[in-house]
């Protein structure tokens, strides 16, 4: 395998992994979209697809409503960070041990009794607040309980993404697309909050999101796939400990890991605080709070979308680096404007820069791993990007509390900034790292 630098390696695996689908003569608009977004082309990655976006809408309906609910109680933006910082500290124990439940079980029977779990407790969650028996600490706790189950769930969904293709040479689009579900969502989920916390309250909202779970475990009851079988250890502390030996000897992996981990807790965490800003600065309700989240999902999608359809296109120098650097001077910008205008032109810079960003690192990291160690990777990648982002929101949560929301924004995006420019000026070597490991590893 080629071997010139960590970007261009990975493109050249990704080209001769992702060749173009002709799907046909038709010249209709269909027949163009499809051509263009080769991971429709499976069956079973289609009926996924319609029901992870239909169960993440639901999702995304429990985050605005969330959000707005403990700032009702709390009127604290430590409160509204805690909650946060509830929902992904279970990941910082239990990815790992996630990860070797993922390759060691059915990945699909795995996510169907995750769906499952996160369906009781939005119900739990709907039924206190409609009662007006939730309290703040209900809140926390039931976000605590669905971060566990997360701590499981997201490792095998993504993992699950190889098998669910028919082609290999799919999986760079299903990769990217799988994205698409979360942000495609997030345009969609909270304008219709908005609209449904306006017309039945909040605790509807979160009853409305119990239910979407359905359509992903009938989707997955329709799936037929051959699963990836690894080869089982009887001790699991030794499968973490050669997960986390082959992750952080890997060059490429070990640098994306690293990098998903800091933009995770000092770029990510600036979405902790949307509630806040949404009543604080720009004296905006529920609803308006739906449309900010709606901004930066719209430029998330555009980009999960040019990744999907032309990741073999376009160098992944372009998302990974230059995506971080645009990523922090667009929440730098947000973090000084006044004007509500500006602030969904920011947003959407934030969200396209962002979320191309992580796709491509997702995308990355999936075709460099050995699909024996694809679940203990895929939960070290969740442990980095969801486990540490309570550091990030217990960080931001208490520096808005004593200097306000701008200056904890502006911190963040300050040092994202500075780490992107030291990830470009370690490009070379990485390279060099990643040259060894190859000769070492044929």
């Not at 946060?84 to 239990?94: I, Y």
Request: one cysteine or more.
């Amino acid at each position: 395998m080629s071997q010139q630098n960590i970007i261009n390696e990975e493109d050249e695996y990704i080209v001769s992994e992702s060749t173009e689908i002709n799907i046909g003569e038709s010249v209709g608009w269909t027949s163009k979209i499809l051509s263009s977004i080769p991971a429709f082309k499976s069956k079973n990655y289609t009926l996924y697809f319609i029901g992870q976006f239909v169960s993440m809408i639901g999702t995304w309906l429990q985050v605005v409503a969330e959000g707005w609910l403990i700032f009702q109680l709390s009127h604290s933006a430590f409160y509204v960070g805690l909650s946060a910082a509830a929902s992904t500290l279970p990941s910082l124990f239990l990815s790992l041990i996630g990860g070797v439940i993922v390759d060691r079980f059915s990945k699909k029977k795995i996510i169907i009794i995750t769906q499952a779990c996160s369906m009781v407790l939005a119900f739990i969650l709907g039924i206190l607040t409609i009662t007006n028996s939730i309290t703040v600490w209900h809140i926390i706790i039931l976000a605590f309980l669905l971060g566990v189950v997360q701590a499981i769930d997201i490792p095998a969904r993504h993992a699950y993404i190889s098998e669910l293709v028919d082609d290999k040479a799919l999986l760079t689009s299903a990769i990217a697309l799988n994205s698409t579900i979360y942000n495609g969502a997030r345009v969609i989920g909270p304008t219709i909050a908005g609209i449904l916390i306006g017309l039945f309250g909040l605790g509807m909202a979160f009853i409305f999101n119990s239910i979407s779970y359905i359509a992903v475990i009938i989707a997955l009851a329709y799936i037929n796939t051959r699963p990836i079988v690894p080869k089982i250890h009887s001790s699991p502390i030794k499968a973490i400990r050669e997960g986390l030996k082959y992750a952080f000897s890997h060059p490429i992996i070990k640098s994306l890991l690293i990098s998903s981990a800091f933009i995770s807790v000092f770029g990510w965490s600036y979405s902790t605080l949307m509630p806040v800003i949404a009543k604080d600065v720009f004296n905006l309700d529920a609803a308006g709070l739906g449309f900010l989240y709606a901004a930066t999902g719209l430029g998330a999608l555009l980009a999960t979308i040019i990744i999907s359809a032309y990741s073999h296109k376009i160098n992944a120098y372009i998302f990974i680096v230059g995506g971080n650097i645009i990523f922090a001077l667009g929440l730098l910008l947000f973090s000084f404007t006044t004007s509500l205008l500006f602030a969904y032109i920011f947003l959407f810079i934030i969200g396209f820069s962002l979320v191309g960003m992580f796709a491509m690192i997702n995308t990355t990291i999936q075709h460099a791993v050995n699909d024996q160690m694809r679940g203990r990777v895929m939960s070290i990648y969740s442990l980095f990007f969801m486990g540490f982002a309570p550091l990030g929101n217990f960080e931001i949560g208490y520096v808005a509390d004593k200097f306000g929301t701008e200056i904890a924004i502006r911190i963040g995006a300050i040092i994202v900034l500075i780490f992107g420019i030291y990830f470009y000026n370690n490009l070379s070597k990485i390279n060099k790292d990643q040259e060894v490991w190859n000769k070492a590893n044929i």
